[in-house]
């Protein structure tokens, strides 16, 4: 989401309120599974669900959730909503406005849906993609792509998609978060680890790779 909304390229995270829910899906999983164990009785500080929200230098809202422990349908939750529609990644959905301030009330349907995918597929899906799912079937294959890209970049002499400024801005929400919700949910705000360099940095474009020259015989 940071590199399609430019983090750090033309926009940068501002400040950030963060709220916990109680804990109780851990504890009751260890009465149950383990009520031998001396964990059963530990203390366990985080909530089942963490909300996040972050505001951007431009005025846009992030909103990140975190849950490793509730019963509920597999999502990747990753929904990007714009003045035009909005798209919604795992699983897949996507719906845009058809007449500006008609809105978009539902998803379009497998068809339609479908097609906009094939339109819009990132080059190196194109290119990779059958490639990834045959070699690694975890994630569909985008721990190949990623992977790939990265390994493409290093081999050509070419600064990675993300660097030390990427790390340090997303790495820092960890201690902050946690810093808003044991003070009641306080506005944090967010270091500007590029010194006002990101007012001026270019945006990534779409990344792309050579197969040939990632060793893949085409």
Known sequence: ????????????????VSLESQQANFKAYLKAAAPDSPRAHDDIQMGDMNTTLI????????????????????SRIQFLSGTKGAI???????????????????????KAATEIREKYAHPMFKKAGILAKKASAD????????DM???????????????VYDLAATG????????SVRNRSET???????????????PLGI????????????
């Not at 020259?213 to 085409?218: I, Q, S």
């Open 1 to 16: 989401m940071c590199l399609t909304l430019g983090i750090n390229r033309g926009d940068q995270f501002d400040y950030l």
């Open 55 to 74: 505001k951007t230098a431009l005025g846009r809202s992030i909103m990140i959730q975190h849950d490793v422990s509730t019963p509920r349908p597999y």
């Open 88 to 110: 919604c990644d795992y699983p897949y959905r996507v719906g845009f406005e058809k007449e500006p301030g008609k809105g978009v009330h539902a998803w379009f349907d497998e």
């Open 139 to 146: 994630h569909g294959g985008m721990d190949f792509l990623m």
């Open 149 to 163: 890209r990265w390994v493409y970049c290093l081999r050509q002499g070419l600064p990675l998609d993300m660097d």
């Open 172 to 179: 820092c929400l960890c201690e902050l978060t946690e810093k």
């Open 188 to 202: 944090i705000s967010l270091p500007d680890f590029t010194r006002g360099a990101w007012k001026t940095a270019k």
């Open 207 to 218: 990344m792309d790779i050579d197969l040939r020259k990632a060793g893949f015989d085409t």
